[in-house]
């Protein structure tokens, strides 16, 4: 499982043009899914993306979490996260979750990160979105849970 976490002033996603999940400072999360991934996996990830330090404190070092500066958290399903890119120059999905096993663990992920944040909005699984978002900094990271 694959997470792409962008500190941000603001984000949002839109489906059909209609908002669907909107934050201010926090986390755009964007998730992939991979075929062996597993709910212990989901749970790993979602225990770095809520702990990982990356928001300044008052020395301007990274040493805060989304919790502690109580921002937000938008997660956005993202197919494309579990391609390979190793040979080639078109991406390859086979190491992809099936859409059955990603929404499952895309959801389950979505009410375990509601059950212990506060600030929670989300995308609609496998919709095509429109993700808006002012990157703050810009810090961006690509967490692993295998």
């Keep these: 499982m694959r ?3 962008q500190r941000v002033a603001h984000a949002s996603v ?9 934050i201010g400072q926090g986390l755009l999360l ?5 075929r062996n991934d597993t709910r212990e996996q989901a749970d ?10 990356m928001f300044a404190d008052a020395d ?5 979490n989304v919790g502690q ?3 937000g958290v938008l997660v956005v399903s993202q197919f494309t996260l579990a ?9 390859g999905f086979s190491s992809a979750a099936t859409p059955a096993q990603a929404q499952e663990l895309y ?14 909005a989300s995308g609609v699984f496998a919709a095509n979105m429109q993700v808006n978002l002012t990157n703050d900094g810009p810090v961006t990271f690509l967490l692993e849970a295998r």
């Design 83 to 91: 391609a390979d890119t190793h040979k080639g120059l078109r991406p």
């Design 107 to 120: 959801d389950y992920f979505v009410a375990q990160l509601k059950a212990r944040h506060d600030t929670v």
């Design 3 to 5: 997470g792409l976490i």
């Design 60 to 64: 301007d070092k990274m040493n805060l």
């Design 44 to 53: 790993k990830l979602l225990h770095k993306v809520l702990h990982y330090r």
């Design 14 to 22: 839109a489906v059909d043009g209609e908002c669907v999940g909107r």
């Design 69 to 71: 500066i109580m921002g």
């Design 30 to 34: 964007l998730l992939g899914v991979e």
